[in-house]
């Protein structure tokens, strides 16, 4: 499967920890296993009430450090030529350059 350019995930009305999750996921979903992070333990905990109450600032910063190594991933094994993930605005973008196209 070919990916185009365009917002892959757009949170721009949503929490910069929902962001992070949702490119978790897509990271997830395209054979990223995590890396340093047990993602499995962090959707679990990000999804359960319980311990965002208790646990809610480490939490964060645990989904913010694996949706960073996720983007990394996503651009070493993902994508393409002159392709690549970036975060920008509260969304997942898959950018080109289009300095040659003109």
Do not use: Q
Not at 13 to 41: P, V
Not at 89 to 101: M, R
């Amino acid at each position: 499967m070919v990916l185009e350019p365009g917002c892959y995930i757009d949170c721009g009305h949503n929490t910069s920890h929902e962001l992070n999750y949702r490119i978790i996921k897509f990271a997830a979903d395209y054979g990223w296993d995590g890396g340093k992070s047990d993602i499995s333990l962090l959707m679990s905990e990000y999804c359960d009430d319980s311990v965002l109450e208790e646990n809610w600032e480490d939490l964060a910063e645990a989904l913010y450090f694996a949706a960073d190594d996720a983007v990394e991933w996503l651009n070493d094994n993902i994508a393409t030529d002159d392709r690549w993930f970036d975060v920008y605005d509260n969304s997942l973008y898959y950018s080109e350059d289009e300095s040659e196209n003109v």
